[in-house]
């Protein structure tokens, strides 16, 4: 079993900054990637940024320039800086992390989301 844990979500103003931290643990095996996916009631879970294990980013084009994620390997850690932060970025944020099962196929596991309110 695998799980994840997420921090560092809150209340902030626009302009504000927050920083997520999502720690994975369990039986892990190899990781291919780890993310960040957001929604909002009634909308679908879509993805905000990605980091692989070669370290290759991607981004939703609403958070370029804005967010930065990164990766630390040994702590099998994925970290989201969220800058500039504006309303439209009020959403609950989940973790993911894909992993290789041992014929090679990449499962998922979420973690249990984290309430992002951005407001003055």
């Known amino acids: 079993q695998v799980h994840l844990v997420e921090s560092g979500g809150g209340l902030v103003q626009p302009g504000g900054s927050l920083r997520l931290s999502c720690a994975a643990s369990g039986r892990i095996s190899t990781i291919n990637a780890m993310g960040w996916y957001r929604q909002a009631p009634g909308d679908q879970r879509d993805l905000v940024a990605l980091i692989t294990s070669g370290g290759t980013t991607n981004y939703a084009d609403s958070v370029k320039g804005r967010f930065t994620i990164s990766r630390d390997n040994a702590k099998n850690t994925v970290y989201l800086q969220m800058n500039n932060l504006k309303p439209e970025d009020t959403h609950v944020y989940y973790c993911?992390?894909?992993?290789?099962?041992?014929?090679?196929?990449?499962?998922?596991?979420w973690g249990q989301g984290t309430q992002v309110t951005v407001s003055s």
């Open positions: 993911n992390a894909n992993l290789a099962d041992p014929y090679g196929l990449g499962i998922d596991y």
